[in-house]
């Protein structure tokens, strides 16, 4: 008897600019996604403070009902380090929010400080790409303003200046297993990965 192929799942990815930090998270789960997984970008018109207007949750919940998908992995940056307890409880509370437009089935990575804080988190990696020789800076999750740390590392580099535009090909050389080695924590990526595990959506082990 031929075994019935399993269903993929559709998990789509928001973040704060489609083509920047949604891309490059994409990139990083697809390294250890389980077979019947598909991630999908989601949300690409709105960016930066548009999801916080009422425009944002109104094509969320349209796309949800278009697209179905399983789950929606919805990302934003703190911008600010966790012991900033007010700009935590704010975004929080915004994710509840967002979470009612597509019937509970989001997940929420917030990251401290920001997405290149991951980048940090597998430094030989970055200093490869950028042809660098930066020592480890320590727990990721208490550098501040990370993407100004990477732009002052790079600003004498041949590819230039790191930018935003540069995560999704950076996040292609990262090392998945380093990141999740070194962003530990209370709010950590490592959390956020163990939580796609739980879920059957990546395989860490």
């Not at 995560?167 to 070194?182: G, V």
């Amino acid at each position: 008897m031929r075994r019935q192929k399993q269903a993929k799942i559709k998990v789509g990815i928001i973040g704060e600019h489609p083509n920047n930090d949604a891309l490059a998270l994409l990139h990083l789960l697809r390294l250890v996604a389980s077979e019947h997984v598909e991630f999908v970008v989601m949300q690409k018109n709105n960016r930066g403070s548009q999801l916080d207007s009422m425009k944002f949750f109104r094509t969320l919940r349209a796309e949800f009902k278009a697209e179905n998908p399983q789950h929606i992995i919805i990302l934003r940056d703190l911008d600010g380090l966790l012991a900033e307890t007010g700009k935590v409880v704010r975004l929080d509370q915004w994710f509840e929010k967002a979470n009612k437009e597509i019937q509970n089935c989001g997940i929420f990575y917030l990251a401290i400080y920001e997405m290149e804080a991951l980048i940090l988190s597998d430094i030989d990696n970055f200093n490869q790409y950028f042809n660098l020789k930066t020592k480890p800076i320590g727990d990721p999750l208490f550098i501040e303003k990370p993407k100004e740390f990477l732009q002052k590392l790079t600003e004498k580099t041949k590819k230039g200046k790191y930018s935003e535009n540069d995560a999704p090909k950076i996040f292609q050389s990262l090392s998945f297993f380093n990141i999740y080695k070194y962003h530990k924590g209370k709010r950590s990526f490592q959390c956020f990965a163990d939580d796609l595990e739980i879920k059957g959506l990546i395989s860490v082990g």
